[in-house]
């Protein structure tokens, strides 16, 4: 659906600013920094939002169809430490060193947002099963 199509883009503009960030600019990295703190941060929420409304309703109207969703999540919850963690290094690395964090920034984020982008469960049966194509993505 749209919220997840709108999602998949600000990972992908993510990406391309991991991938395009210059390590020896100190503005441009804090900028950086702050950009992907705050998406991950927005992506935490939505994560904890559809756990605690989506998932039960869906539950509720076809059993188990949220059951995908723990280990999706788990993962996820696990994606965003490792992200923040980066993070977190790429501001406190000495500045010679920052490229190599970039770079390892740059493939876990993009691992990522591959896994985030080929996974389909339950949910989605679920509703093209009661005729609402589309209705979650």
């Given at each position: 659906?749209?919220?997840?199509?709108?999602?998949?883009?600000?990972?992908?503009?993510?990406?391309?600013?991991?991938?395009?960030?210059?390590?020896?600019?100190?503005?441009?990295?804090?900028?950086?920094?702050?950009?992907?703190?705050?998406?991950?941060?927005?992506?935490?929420?939505?994560?904890?939002?559809?756990?605690?409304?989506l998932?039960?309703?869906?539950?509720?109207?076809?059993?188990?169809?949220?059951?995908?969703?723990?280990?999706?999540?788990?993962?996820?919850?696990?994606?965003?430490?490792?992200?923040?963690?980066?993070?977190?290094?790429?501001?406190?690395?000495?500045?010679?060193?920052?490229?190599?964090?970039?770079?390892?920034?740059?493939?876990?984020?993009?691992?990522?947002h591959?896994r985030?982008?080929?996974?389909?469960?339950?949910?989605?049966?679920?509703?093209?099963?009661?005729?609402?194509?589309?209705?979650?993505?």
């Open positions: 659906g749209p919220v997840h199509k709108g999602i998949r883009a600000a990972h992908m503009r993510c990406l391309v600013a991991i991938g395009s960030a210059d390590a020896g600019n100190d503005a441009e990295i804090d900028r950086l920094v702050a950009q992907i703190t705050d998406h991950l941060t927005m992506c935490d929420t939505h994560l904890q939002d559809e756990n605690s409304v998932h039960t309703a869906l539950d509720a109207r076809c059993p188990g169809a949220s059951a995908h969703a723990a280990e999706d999540h788990d993962d996820h919850l696990h994606s965003f430490k490792e992200l923040n963690a980066l993070l977190s290094q790429l501001v406190s690395v000495a500045p010679d060193r920052r490229a190599t964090v970039l770079a390892d920034l740059y493939r876990r984020f993009g691992r990522f591959g985030r982008t080929t996974r389909t469960g339950g949910a989605h049966r679920c509703f093209d099963r009661a005729g609402t194509h589309g209705a979650v993505s």
